[in-house]
Each structure stands twice: as structure tokens, then as C-alpha cells.
């Protein structure tokens, strides 16, 4: 027979320990089990607890919520707290290595940006470049060759020695004056080793030469040998070395219009020539200036150090006649007159050029220096002008 509740009467199964119905246990309970009992001041329980407040003081109120049912006490876990780790200054050193790291790829994507800009500048310039097409550049000019002096030795061979009988001989200078006949057409040739050279045209059908050894002693001055050969069409001077070296030979020569040649060389000179408006005038330098004045037909100078300046004439000029001036180092300037037809060419490696607006010559910038060519009036004669390290000018 089933058992049923003492309380209620409810039916009980086996092992149940509470009434489903009304809770009441179904076992007898221990005294550990039993309410809380409250102690009267004579020693004996009183039952259940009062619900008035216990005099001598007000008390907070605490509200309970009465258990339905059995609930087994919780095992609190003891927890024993250690020290705190000690990581702040590791937190402090990866916060820095990670700004250095943020700061360094800012850095090196800037870097990378800039270079891809360049990259595509030079790119941009390039394609502009091929784009364009090859255009004409002037060929660079070759170094002007310039003759070094050196005695024709078959002329050499003869030519007899200036008679300097009659010299004017003073404390520095000897100076020997002596006039030779020359015909028409006739051909000049000058070699000198230093000292000055002056020429100039006359109407006269012969040569007035003047030769003044100046510097050293009369024997020195002596010593210093002038070596001549003279026929109808053909005058030929030259001089020696000084042995001393403190001895130098100045030319002054009046020289005939008709002449068809004159050829000078010098190894230190300053030459200076006016007034020969017709045949051909060569001036070969290695060290000194040129100065051309009034002069016609073809005219060639080269000098290795030394300026170069050259004013042709007015005279009618010969369409086949070619004229070459060229200065290793040092300034070139032409000076052409009004109705000149001829075709100019200008070329310089290291130096500028300059040309009269009225001449109509472009200036071109090249590889290596600047080039100016055109014709002017109708062309004809040629006229080149070479610099190595010098300016070039060109007027009217």
C-alpha cells in the first residue's frame, strides 16, 4: 500500500523526501533539521518566532523570500591572488617599436611614390624626345690644324744673306731699310721668329722693306742673320733664331696692289695688314694676333693662341676665292662690306657667336658649341670661320 502524506494526504512514492503537494518532509527530522527556536529570558522556547518587533530599538527591515524546496550549499572556490605581472615596460617598448615601425613605412611609401613619379617624368620625356623625330644636327667642327712653321728648306737653300751695309745702328736697335723692284703679280714671302709684322698696300711697282733688330747687344744683334732672295716676280725673307734669345726682328713692308700673293709665318708675332685689295693673303700664327684691314680675294689665317680680326674691303670680289679664318684658342671677328655676295659658314666649340641682324644667319646650338650658316646676296664666295675655345662675330 502506497504511503500518503501525514499533511495532506497526498500520495507518496518511494524514496520521495518532500510532499509534492505541500512540501512537507516525509522523514523524521534531525534536531540539526529543526526551526530555529527563540529563547524566551526564563530559558523556554516560545514557539514560533514573533512577528512584532523586539523593543529597545528600530531595525531595518529585511525582506526573505521563503525556499520551496531544498537547495544544497554552493562550495566557494578559494582564489589565491598572486602579484600583479610585471609587463609595463614590455607593453612600453613594443608601443614604441610599433610607432618607429608605422613612422618607417610612411617614410618608405613616400619614397617609393616619389620615385614612381620620377619614373614616369622621365618616361613622359622620353616618348616626347622619340616623338619628335631625329632632328639635323651640324656635324661637330674638327679641331682646326693649324701648319706649324718650318722652313722650306729647299728655299732655304737659296736664299743668300741680307747686306746690311748702311744700318742705322743705335744702343738697342739696328735697323736696315732696302727697296727691290716687283712686277705684276708678283708673290711675298715672310718667315719670322719673333717680333712684330706690318704691312701695307701702295700704287709703287716695288717692295720698301724695313727691318729693325731690336733688343741684346750690336753683336748679338749681328748675329742674328736675315736671309733674302729676290727676283722680278717673287721677294722671299727670312730669319734667324736668336741664339741670346734677347734679340727679336720687326718687319714694316709697303708692298705693291697688284701683288698676287703674300705669305707670312711666325712663331711669335703680331701681325697687322691694310690695304691690299687684291690676290691671295695667307698669315699663319703660332702664337700672336691678326689684324686684316681693306683686304680682298681670298684670305687665310690660323693662329694657335691669338684673336682674330679681318675687314675685307670693297673691292669686287672673286666668286672662286675661298677665305678660312681659325683660332685654336681666341676671339674671331669679320667685318663684311655692303653688297658682298658670298656664302659663310661659322662654327665654335667652346664660345658663343654673334651676327648682325641684317646678315640673316640663324645661330644653332649643338652638341658641342653653335653653328651659324647662310648665304648673303647672291653666294658665291665662301667664307669659313672655325674657334676651337673662342666667340665668334660676324658684322656689316
Known amino acids: 500500500m502506497a504511503e500518503r502524506c501525514k499533511n495532506c494526504g497526498a500520495e507518496l512514492f518511494a524514496g520521495q523526501q518532500f510532499c509534492r503537494s505541500c512540501g512537507t518532509p516525509t522523514y523524521e527530522r534531525t534536531s540539526g533539521e529543526m526551526p530555529t527556536q527563540i529563547l524566551t529570558p526564563s530559558g523556554q522556547s516560545s514557539g514560533a518566532p514573533p512577528t512584532a518587533p523586539i523593543p529597545g530599538g528600530a531595525t531595518d527591515s529585511v525582506s526573505q523570500t521563503r525556499a520551496t524546496s531544498y537547495y544544497p550549499p554552493h562550495a566557494t572556490a ?26 618607417g613605412a610612411t617614410t618608405l611609401a613616400a619614397l617609393l611614390y616619389a620615385v614612381s613619379v620620377r619614373r614616369e617624368q622621365m618616361r613622359g620625356r622620353v616618348v616626347k624626345i622619340v616623338h619628335t623625330g631625329k632632328p639635323d644636327v651640324p656635324p661637330v667642327p674638327p679641331v682646326p690644324a693649324i701648319e706649324p712653321v718650318v722652313p722650306e728648306t729647299a728655299n732655304e737653300a737659296r736664299l743668300g744673306m741680307l747686306d746690311e751695309a748702311g744700318a742705322d745702328v743705335s744702343d738697342d736697335e739696328t735697323v736696315i731699310t732696302k727697296t727691290y723692284p716687283l712686277g705684276e703679280g708678283a708673290s711675298v714671302s715672310l718667315k719670322n721668329t719673333s717680333g712684330r709684322i706690318r704691312v701695307e698696300g701702295w700704287d709703287e711697282p716695288r717692295v720698301e722693306l724695313r727691318i729693325i733688330k731690336h733688343g741684346g747687344s750690336e753683336a748679338e744683334r749681328r748675329a742674328v742673320a736675315i736671309k733674302l732672295s729676290h727676283e722680278e716676280d717673287a721677294l722671299r725673307l727670312s730669319t734667324a733664331s736668336s741664339v741670346s734669345g734677347r734679340v727679336e726682328v720687326r718687319y714694316e713692308l709697303k708692298l705693291p696692289h697688284t701683288l698676287r700673293q703674300l705669305e707670312i709665318s711666325s712663331t711669335n708675332s703680331d701681325v697687322k695688314l691694310a690695304d691690299l685689295s687684291g690676290g691671295e693673303i695667307v698669315v699663319r700664327l703660332q702664337r700672336g694676333n691678326i689684324e686684316l684691314t681693306g683686304v680682298g680675294g681670298a684670305v687665310v689665317t690660323s693662329t694657335i693662341k691669338g684673336n682674330t680680326k679681318v675687314e675685307l674691303g670693297e673691292a669686287e670680289q672673286d666668286g672662286r676665292a675661298s677665305s678660312s679664318l681659325t683660332s685654336v684658342s681666341g676671339d674671331i671677328e669679320l667685318r663684311l662690306p655692303e653688297g658682298l655676295d658670298a656664302d ?38 665662301s667664307i669659313h670661320l672655325k674657334a676651337v675655345s673662342g666667340d665668334i662675330r660676324i658684322k656689316q
Open 344 to 381: 659663310i659658314k661659322a662654327e665654335t666649340i667652346n664660345g658663343d657667336i654673334e651676327v648682325d641682324e641684317a646678315l640673316g644667319l640663324t645661330v644653332q646650338k649643338m652638341l658641342a658649341g653653335k653653328h651659324a650658316a647662310g648665304r648673303i646676296g647672291e653666294g658665291g664666295k
Open 78 to 103: 578559494h582564489v589565491t591572488q598572486g602579484p600583479p605581472p610585471a609587463r609595463r615596460k614590455k607593453r612600453g617598448w613594443l608601443l614604441a617599436f610599433a610607432i618607429i615601425a608605422v613612422m
